[in-house]
């Protein structure tokens, strides 16, 4: 009997603290497959890439019902990248990413190494504002100061008020100027770090702070503003996604009218369906707007070690080659069965690998091992507890602990 343990032993789950889905401004359900267009991309693009992108993590874990295996994948590779040569801007999306895994980003452990990556993020991110008071500009730019402050906020590090007050001066300067244009990507990122100082990640006793970060807060959502479009895109399309994330939480320093929020949103949509955010960039900064969520939702996770160990079995005694494979998986508690496919599969591709397909009752398992049931020949994989045949789909079904699961090939 095979043991796979999920490296993942987290159940991570999102507490919405400001959503761009309440009102009106939400993808409609006839919609909701370019959505998820948008997801499978970043998910085949993950599976993909040789080199881990963190922001593809941070929106795959924002979105629901996500590819655990591919997760497990992301967090394993940004686990084994993670060091100290990266710039602040690319640490503090790590930070962020492992955050949003459930994971400790101040205790990176492999085999091969330890790193503390907020240790680091403190000591970059001190580079960073030595070389503007030294010369005028970041060390790297601005909106990677932006990322440093809102992970530094996120980890509530005793570093965040010299951090946050540098960030809210360089708004109030007008520092987000490059060529001439507005950088709408460098004051979204910035009002979303701000925002996270403001709401209450540092003591309201520090009355100046607060009124600098208003300040600063209330310049950048006019600023973005300044940049709509007739179209409602804010700045170009690929950076509404970042604009969108952050009116959608700083709605109390612009007026009711001042963004429509459906608009832009109906205008992203269009985009879609033109292949507009045909890059992993550009579908990941729009993905968490879509589904209704900000950056600042990463705090918001709910992380639990329970798990529940299922036993999993897939048999063919239908059409020669006959087989029968056997492997218990963990999987976090309250998993639907899809999970425990993906863990088996990441466990053994080779007796486990299975394909679905959509359907109107969600995802249904359409092969499992390399045998497609057929219409033809009436057979279909079905699915039991034990010897019960399950009433639910894959994606509804939850297994409980020290549950047979069988995937019996059979006719109809």
């Not at 603290?17 to 909701?32: E, I, K, Y």
């Not at 007050?165 to 300067?173: G, N, P, R, Y």
């Not at 300044?226 to 612009?254: D, H, K, R």
Request: aromatic share 8%; net charge neutral; charged share 15%.
């Amino acid at each position: 009997m095979f043991l796979f343990t999920i490296i993942l032993y987290v159940f991570c789950t999102v507490t919405n603290a400001a959503s761009l889905s309440s009102g009106t401004c939400s993808v409609p359900n006839d919609q909701q497959g370019l959505v998820r267009g948008i997801q499978n991309q970043l998910e085949n693009w993950a599976s993909l890439q040789g080199k881990p992108d963190p922001s593809i993590l941070i929106a795959l874990n924002l979105a629901k019902d996500h590819n655990l295996s591919v997760i497990m994948h992301l967090v394993q590779q940004i686990k084994e990248t993670a060091g100290t040569e990266m710039t602040s801007g690319k640490v503090a999306l790590y930070v962020l990413a492992l955050r949003s895994s459930c994971q400790n980003p101040a205790d990176v452990s492999t085999p091969e190494k330890h790193v503390n990556l907020v240790q680091v993020l403190e000591k970059k991110t001190k580079e960073e504002i030595k070389h503007i008071h030294t010369t005028g500009t970041p060390k790297t730019t601005y909106y990677q100061l932006a990322l440093d402050t809102l992970a530094l906020c996120v980890e509530k590090s005793p570093e965040l008020e010299i951090t946050a007050t540098t960030l809210a001066k360089a708004v109030l300067a007008n520092r987000f100027q490059f060529h001439g244009r507005y950088s709408v990507d460098t004051a979204a990122v910035a009002s979303l770090a701000l925002f996270c100082v403001y709401e209450g990640r540092i003591s309201f006793q520090q009355s100046k702070l607060v009124g600098t970060l208003q300040a600063a807060l209330a310049m950048a959502t006019k600023d973005i503003l300044n940049e709509q479009q007739t179209n409602g895109l804010l700045g170009n399309i690929y950076s509404t996604g970042l604009a969108m994330q952050a009116l959608s939480v700083t709605s109390e320093f612009y007026s009711a009218n001042a963004w429509n929020c459906p608009k832009t949103l109906n205008e992203v949509l269009s985009k879609i369906t033109k292949r507009a955010f045909s890059t992993p960039a550009a579908a990941s900064q729009i993905l968490p707007s879509l589904v209704g969520k900000t950056y600042l939702d990463v705090r918001g996770l709910t992380c639990s070690s329970e798990t529940v160990t299922v036993r999993y079995t897939v048999i063919n005694e239908l059409i020669g080659p006959h087989f029968k494979y056997s492997t218990t998986v963990k999987v976090p508690k309250g998993s639907v069965l899809l999970v425990v496919l993906e863990a088996a599969q990441q466990f053994n591709a080779n007796e486990f690998s299975f394909q679905t397909e959509e359907t109107s009752w969600g995802p249904m398992v359409t092969s499992i091992n390399g045998l497609q049931g057929s219409t033809n020949e009436k057979t279909y994989w079905q699915f039991l507890s034990g010897k019960t045949p399950l009433e639910q789909g894959v994606g509804s079904y939850k297994p409980k602990d020290n549950e047979e699961i069988v995937a019996m090939f059979s006719r109809y």
